[in-house]
């Protein structure tokens, strides 16, 4: 019986028009090699916009994607660094606040209603961000979120994708001082060895079990 619990997820900003290939081709490739483990696909990319604006939202969700990182740096810092407001300002000038208190309070509904009930408060949670667009700053808030609403819950971090391993994107997860696994290059094969050695070492700290894992990442 598998101890770990795997949780792939999209956040926004990747076209909600294209189906998310990244995360069915790892869920295909894992499962048939695990059949016990419990894996969820959690399409934040187009909940998100969905919960904030309705149905109809293709026009209005290109306009707040023009945007690119800079709504979710915006709400992070303001939420998990502190109320900087001429700083935050100058981030994004022109945006109104309506519209980042909508992506914000469907981000929070996004993870109280979908993601979080299905963290497994017996197993090992691995969350697997996939960053292949303008998505660092949106999943740094969701992991955020839910390492403050879930202290009792074991989460690993797990990043993927062609941002994953930038400087870049080291850098914003260490400053807001988020521990995170990175994936180098392909990652089916790569998150399979990952669920296989965090299994061994489910019932071990999490800094502990990063260590496992540097020798298959």
Not at 104 to 113: I, L, P, Q
Not at 135 to 155: F, G, H, M, N, P
Not at 161 to 187: D, Q, Y
Request: glycine share 6%; hydrophobic share 40%; with cysteine.
């Amino acid at each position: 019986m598998s101890k770990v619990s795997l949780h792939l997820v999209s956040m926004p900003w990747a076209n909600p028009m294209i189906t998310p290939m990244q995360l069915g081709a790892i869920k295909a490739y894992v499962q048939p090699k695990i059949p016990d483990l419990k894996i969820h696909v959690h399409n934040g990319f187009f909940m998100i916009p969905r919960l904030a604006i309705g149905d109809n939202f293709v026009r209005p969700y290109d306009e707040m994607s023009e945007f690119n990182e800079h709504a979710y740096q915006y709400l992070a810092l303001r939420r998990f660094a502190g109320p900087h407001q001429a700083q935050l300002q100058d981030i994004i000038p022109g945006v109104k606040p309506k519209t980042l208190s909508k992506i914000e309070k469907a981000t929070r509904k996004f993870c109280d209603a979908y993601l979080i009930p299905k963290l497994d408060a017996s197993a090992l949670n691995l969350v697997g961000f996939t960053l292949n667009y303008d998505q660092v700053y949106s999943s740094l808030y969701c992991a955020l979120y839910l390492k403050e609403k879930c202290k009792d819950t074991r989460i690993l971090f797990v990043l993927g994708g062609m941002s994953a391993c930038t400087p870049s994107a080291n850098r914003i997860f260490n400053e807001f001082g988020l521990e995170a696994v990175a994936v180098v290059g392909e990652g089916e094969q790569k998150l399979y060895d990952i669920i296989q050695t965090a299994n061994q070492h489910a019932s071990d700290p999490i800094p502990q079990i990063i260590g496992h894992l540097s020798s298959v990442i």
